[in-house]
């Protein structure tokens, strides 16, 4: 019967002419006539429509020459059939370099049937910082539209790199030299090697690095004076090695002309015909290193997200995984005990956004993932007074009693505020009910976290920290941080005592360095660090696809996404592991 009423429209479009005989000069020439769909009102449809939107590089943001894709999958759920679809997609924000493919038409969608329809979305090269909130538009002939949708897309400009010099060392003694004094400089009739560090100080990667370093007298002899440096990320250290020969006809007496170039893909925040601080008879500068940090004002921006109220209508964003889903693996650790620690309320201090979730989540992981067999989860209220120790300490704590020297498996996961002292000597985790002013006694030093465990005797120990100690709250995408702590101009310098470094099964995994804020991620509802953890234990952390994931896969998944992430939402948090990196976690 719906074969018959298709070829029934079909005639019904055709009827009529699809061609006609115009006579020219004398003769007859068939014209093309161009068919129009003919709509007739029937039944209604009842449109159902599923968005998905994903841009290139997955972080939830539109670049500068990024292309994503919104799609769409409509699906006629009416008894009647749905006619003369139009698809639009409306910005309430003007950017010229914003371009939106939309336009498409759907002549039918029969009852029953789904049409898939696919939008681009590029944002050009000199696109601007703003929050554009598209409005998803789907019209049919006879009014029986799309209910409401709307696309809330954050584009950010080029954020420009800024690539410096920071110093050089010579070297005047061992292979490709020839030194008339082995002192350290550099005299006329010497073939020296010279170490030149540079850094990028700027906002951004700066991609495909090249360096170059010229000289124009004739008298001066270059080699190794030209390389690819990479990608260069935000603050990152690089340095590479030239041979340099003045011979005796140079005279020069202030900087050798010796010219340091630096390019990279899109030629911003380059250096260009830069003077280095190399001179006859004289050591030069020692380097120069600066702690570079993102612009957390100039990247506060929200990850794409759909709006709409319409139980006609669903929506993902294609680049968050689903971590809820927690996979059953074959791993089982007999002998095993974890203690999971969330705190997200304090009685006195801002909350740390999801700890609680974080705690919740990593307990289904650390069970069916890893395999462990006896798991622990103390959240808010439970971690108030002296928990810390009365959980860890090695001679009287609650965990010694579940511990067989030499051959339990420990695994700790704690997520909520760490807190510095206000010199920055020393970092605490801290309890919900702790003040700041009884710091040292209330807080669990990390130097006596780390040692409590080592002292336990487990066979191995494994740690998990989402928590920042520099100061302020964990912030998220929708909430701003706070200042716990008065650390104005103050740096977080702890000295920590490393197990790791003479017991080879003790590792751990910290969300962020001790100058930076851990945050939490809402598309997840958990903290950026431990969304990451979960999603790399999903498998996405097995990079080369063994069945297995060590502790050096998921710490090089965990760095390079929150890393990538971090930076164009909040500002930069980068996680730091120390340990074995062979150790296996989990395996199918």
Same mark, same amino acid.
């Given at each position: 019967?719906?074969?018959?009423?298709?070829?029934?429209?079909?005639?019904?479009?055709?009827?009529?002419?699809?061609?006609?005989?115009?006579?020219?000069?004398?003769?007859?020439?068939?014209?093309?006539?161009?068919?129009?769909?003919?709509?007739?009102?029937?039944?209604?449809?009842?449109?159902?429509?599923?968005?998905?939107?994903?841009?290139?590089?997955?972080?939830?943001?539109?670049?500068?020459?990024?292309?994503?894709?919104?799609?769409?999958?409509?699906?006629?759920?009416?008894?009647?059939?749905?006619?003369?679809?139009?698809?639009?997609?409306?910005?309430?924000?003007?950017?010229?370099?914003?371009?939106?493919?939309?336009?498409?038409?759907?002549?039918?969608?029969?009852?029953?049937?789904?049409?898939?329809?696919?939008?681009?979305?590029?944002?050009?090269?000199n696109i601007k910082t703003n929050a554009h909130k598209l409005e998803i538009i789907v019209t049919e002939y006879f009014g029986y539209d799309m209910d409401p949708?709307?696309?809330? $897309?954050? &584009?950010?400009?080029?954020?420009?790199?800024? %690539?410096?010099?920071?110093?050089? !060392? @010579?070297? /005047?003694? *061992?292979? =490709?030299?020839?030194?008339?004094?082995?002192?350290?400089?550099?005299?006329?009739?010497?073939?020296?090697?010279?170490?030149?560090?540079?850094?990028?100080?700027?906002?951004?990667?700066?991609?495909?690095?090249?360096? $170059?370093? &010229?000289?124009?007298?004739?008298?001066?002899? %270059?080699?190794?004076?030209?390389? !690819? @440096?990479? /990608?260069? *990320?935000? =603050?990152?250290?690089?340095?590479?090695?030239?041979?340099?020969?003045?011979?005796?006809?140079?005279?020069?007496?202030?900087?050798?002309?010796?010219?340091?170039?630096?390019?990279?893909?899109?030629?911003?925040?380059?250096?260009?015909?830069?003077?280095?601080?190399?001179?006859?008879?004289?050591?030069?500068?020692?380097?120069?290193?600066?702690?570079?940090?993102?612009?957390?004002?100039?990247?506060?921006?929200?990850?794409?997200?759909?709006?709409?109220?319409?139980?006609?209508?669903?929506?993902?964003?294609?680049?968050?995984?689903?971590?809820?889903?927690?996979?059953?693996?074959?791993?089982?650790?007999?002998?095993?005990?974890?203690?999971?620690?969330?705190?997200?309320?304090?009685?006195?201090?801002?909350?740390?956004?999801?700890?609680?979730?974080?705690?919740?989540?990593?307990?289904?992981?650390?069970?069916?993932?890893?395999?462990?067999?006896?798991?622990?989860?103390?959240?808010?209220?439970?971690?108030?007074?002296?928990?810390?120790?009365?959980?860890?300490?090695?001679?009287?704590?609650?965990?010694?009693?579940?511990?067989?020297?030499?051959?339990?498996?420990?695994?700790?996961?704690?997520?909520?505020?760490?807190?510095?002292?206000?010199?920055?000597?020393?970092?605490?985790?801290?309890?919900?009910?702790?003040?700041?002013?009884?710091?040292?006694?209330?807080?669990?030093?990390?130097?006596?976290?780390?040692?409590?465990?080592?002292?336990?005797?487990?066979?191995?120990?494994?740690?998990?920290?989402?928590?920042?100690?520099?100061?302020?709250?964990?912030?998220?995408?929708?909430?701003?941080?706070?200042?716990?702590?008065?650390?104005?101009?103050?740096?977080?310098?702890?000295?920590?005592?490393q197990p790791w470094e003479t017991n080879p099964d003790f590792n751990v995994f910290a969300s962020s360095s001790f100058n930076e804020t851990s945050l939490g991620?809402?598309?997840?509802?958990?903290?950026?660090?431990?969304?990451?953890?979960?999603?790399?234990?999903?498998?996405?952390?097995?990079?080369?696809?063994?069945?297995?994931?060590?502790?050096?896969?998921?710490?090089?998944?965990?760095?390079?996404?929150?890393?990538?992430?971090?930076?164009?939402?909040?500002?930069?948090?980068?996680?730091?592991?120390?340990?074995?990196?062979?150790?296996?976690?989990?395996?199918?």
């Amino acid at each position: 019967m719906k074969k018959l009423i298709i070829l029934g429209i079909l005639l019904c479009t055709l009827a009529g002419s699809s061609f006609a005989q115009k006579t020219v000069s004398g003769k007859s020439k068939a014209t093309r006539i161009k068919l129009q769909p003919k709509y007739e009102r029937g039944l209604p449809p009842n449109l159902f429509v599923d968005l998905t939107y994903e841009d290139g590089n997955k972080n939830g943001i539109l670049e500068p020459n990024e292309v994503s894709l919104l799609k769409l999958r409509i699906t006629n759920k009416g008894k009647g059939f749905a006619q003369g679809l139009l698809i639009r997609v409306k910005d309430d924000v003007y950017d010229a370099e914003l371009k939106i493919q939309d336009g498409q038409k759907i002549p039918y969608i029969y009852p029953d049937q789904s049409i898939e329809i696919n939008i681009p979305i590029k944002a050009g090269f000199n696109i601007k910082t703003n929050a554009h909130k598209l409005e998803i538009i789907v019209t049919e002939y006879f009014g029986y539209d799309m209910d409401p949708a709307y696309l809330l $897309l954050n &584009t950010i400009e080029y954020q420009e790199p800024e %690539l410096v010099f920071s110093g050089l !060392d @010579l070297i /005047d003694v *061992g292979s =490709g030299t020839a030194a008339i004094e082995q002192d350290g400089e550099l005299q006329a009739g010497e073939q020296v090697k010279v170490k030149i560090v540079v850094q990028n100080i700027g906002q951004n990667v700066s991609e495909n690095t090249k360096y $170059l370093v &010229t000289s124009n007298d004739k008298n001066i002899y %270059l080699m190794d004076d030209r390389g !690819d @440096l990479g /990608d260069m *990320g935000i =603050g990152e250290v690089k340095e590479f090695w030239i041979t340099i020969s003045p011979n005796k006809r140079v005279t020069t007496t202030g900087n050798l002309p010796l010219y340091l170039n630096l390019t990279n893909t899109y030629k911003r925040g380059i250096i260009e015909h830069y003077t280095l601080p190399i001179k006859l008879n004289q050591k030069p500068p020692e380097p120069e290193i600066v702690e570079v940090k993102a612009d957390i004002e100039k990247l506060h921006k929200q990850v794409a997200r759909f709006e709409y109220t319409s139980n006609r209508i669903t929506a993902n964003i294609a680049n968050i995984i689903d971590i809820s889903q927690v996979p059953h693996s074959n791993m089982f650790r007999p002998n095993s005990v974890a203690v999971i620690v969330g705190i997200e309320n304090y009685k006195y201090f801002a909350p740390a956004p999801y700890a609680v979730n974080d705690a919740e989540m990593m307990k289904d992981y650390f069970k069916q993932v890893l395999g462990i067999e006896k798991v622990f989860i103390y959240t808010d209220e439970d971690v108030d007074g002296y928990f810390f120790d009365d959980m860890f300490n090695p001679d009287y704590g609650e965990l010694q009693k579940a511990i067989i020297k030499g051959k339990t498996d420990l695994f700790v996961f704690y997520s909520g505020h760490g807190m510095p002292s206000k010199d920055g000597k020393n970092v605490y985790l801290f309890p919900a009910d702790g003040r700041v002013e009884a710091l040292a006694k209330r807080g669990y030093d990390i130097n006596k976290f780390y040692q409590n465990l080592e002292d336990l005797g487990a066979k191995s120990t494994t740690v998990f920290i989402d928590a920042c100690f520099s100061g302020v709250s964990r912030a998220t995408e929708t909430r701003e941080t706070q200042n716990l702590v008065a650390m104005k101009g103050v740096s977080i310098k702890p000295r920590i005592k490393q197990p790791w470094e003479t017991n080879p099964d003790f590792n751990v995994f910290a969300s962020s360095s001790f100058n930076e804020t851990s945050l939490g991620f809402d598309p997840s509802k958990t903290g950026l660090f431990t969304y990451y953890v979960c999603a790399g234990l999903q498998g996405a952390a097995d990079l080369n696809d063994d069945g297995k994931i060590t502790t050096g896969e998921l710490r090089d998944y965990e760095i390079e996404n929150v890393v990538s992430t971090s930076v164009k939402i909040l500002g930069k948090q980068t996680p730091v592991f120390n340990g074995n990196a062979e150790k296996i976690l989990t395996q199918d």
